[in-house]
C-alpha cells in the first residue's frame, strides 16, 4: 500500500509504519524490470528540481545494477 502524507518517517516508524522513498521505489521497479532504466528517471527528476545527494544515486544506481 502506498500512502503519501505529510507525518515524518520518523513518526512513522514510531507507528511501526514502514517507509519507502521515491528512490527506494524506483530502485524496487528497475529491479522487478517495469522501468528500463533508473539513471534515466533520476535525471529527469533533477532537471526538473528533485534534489538528489551524488551519495544517494550512485547506491541507488549500484542497487539497480546500472
Do not use: H, Q, W
Not at 528497475?30 to 533508473?38: A, F, M
Not at 539513471?39 to 528533485?50: I, Q, R
Amino acid at each position: 500500500m502506498l500512502i503519501i502524507c505529510i507525518m515524518s518517517p520518523e513518526y512513522a516508524r514510531r507507528l511501526g509504519v514502514s517507509t519507502i522513498g521515491t528512490v527506494g521505489i524506483l530502485v524496487k521497479a528497475k529491479r522487478s524490470g517495469i522501468i528500463p532504466s533508473l539513471k534515466t528517471l533520476l535525471s529527469e527528476l533533477e532537471a526538473n528540481g528533485f534534489y538528489l545527494n551524488d551519495v544517494l544515486k550512485e547506491e541507488a544506481l549500484r542497487l539497480a545494477g546500472e
